[in-house]
């Protein structure tokens, strides 16, 4: 039993896992799947209130249809107050909360936190990640912490 603690401790602690929202084809392929951008939201998983949408290009072809192929570094984030926000008391300057692999296994799309404490903002950054090389590739979204208001008919 205390050998299985770390193992679960450690699968808490990873990345938010996206929902896909939808897609939209780019380019037709004869064969193999289309080229497309897909949309998928992701809830930050240390705060509740913020959910992010992130837009991505997906290689389609035959490489792409089997799992094979790279998608490119194209894809925007928008990150937004969509509940009551508590800050956690403990929470990290710099957190990753969203990970997804854009390769077989070099490249991914991450999604990290960073919070702007003088101003009381969490700031999201995604960028291209490759194992030994990176890209500039980024986009960044903004959630300013304010309370949460209802509005009744």
């Not at 390769?103 to 700031?123: A, G, P, W």
């Amino acid at each position: 039993m205390t050998r299985l603690l770390p193992l679960l401790l450690a699968l808490l602690a990873l990345p938010a896992a996206a929902e896909e929202i939808g897609c939209v084809t780019t380019a037709w392929k004869l064969l193999g799947a289309n080229h497309r951008v897909c949309i998928y939201a992701f809830d930050d998983p240390d705060i509740p209130g913020v959910t992010c949408h992130v837009s991505q290009a997906r290689t389609g072809g035959i490489k792409g249809s089997l799992g094979l192929a790279e998608d490119p570094s194209q894809f925007s984030l928008a990150c937004r107050q969509v509940g009551p926000i508590v800050l956690p008391a403990k929470l990290a300057d710099k957190d990753t909360v969203f990970s997804d692999s854009t390769s077989l296994i070099f490249k991914e799309t991450k999604v990290s936190r960073l919070i702007d404490r003088k101003r009381n903002v969490l700031v999201y950054l995604a960028i291209s990640r490759r194992v030994i090389d990176g890209a500039p590739t980024n986009a960044i979204s903004s959630v300013p912490v304010q309370p949460w208001q209802t509005t009744t008919k």
